[in-house]
């Protein structure tokens, strides 16, 4: 094989690990799914999902400590919105680790960025609907940018 197609189906091979490694945690088996995501030694741009699935195989398996970690570096670059599975396990771990305040921060987190974006949502159906009445003339994106900045690893 030569290097060219190495670089084009490398992509192809860590999808299918983490698509396996959903396979296992789907089935119950996180302790296969960890196997699975440890032969992938550099998910190149799916690394948050590599580190999501991982984190969420950890949580399964009852291993909190390490999960946090992994769920913490893909929630920090997914972001609340399109991490929210990552974040809201994330909480999940620091809940069952006796943190509360973190969990419940963490959640909070999550439910607002939530509601930023419907509230994004609404406001450009009622621009469009007002351009299209012919009350404004153009209907200009709306840009939310959401700030995360908070503590997510021990």
Do not use: F
């Not at 999902?49 to 670059?77: D, K």
């Not at 973190?102 to 609404?122: C, D, F, P, R, W």
Request: proline share 4%.
């Amino acid at each position: 094989m030569n290097r060219i197609s190495q670089v084009t189906t490398k992509p192809n091979r860590v999808a299918q690990r983490l698509s396996m490694a959903e396979g296992y945690l789907d089935l119950g088996l996180p302790h296969l799914a960890i196997e699975e995501l440890e032969t992938v030694d550099d998910p190149g741009n799916l690394e948050p999902i590599w580190h999501s699935t991982y984190g969420e195989a950890l949580r399964a398996n009852g291993n909190y400590r390490a999960a946090i970690v992994h769920l913490a570096h893909a929630a920090q670059i997914l972001g609340p919105v399109l991490g929210r599975a990552a974040w809201n396990s994330l909480a999940d771990c620091h809940r069952k680790l006796g943190d509360l305040e973190t969990a419940y921060n963490l959640e909070g987190t999550v439910q607002s960025a939530e509601t930023m974006v419907a509230m994004k949502n609404k406001a450009m159906k009622l621009l469009t609907a007002l351009t299209s009445k012919g009350v404004i003339k153009e209907v200009k994106p709306i840009r939310i940018v959401i700030n995360a900045n908070q503590q997510t690893s021990e």
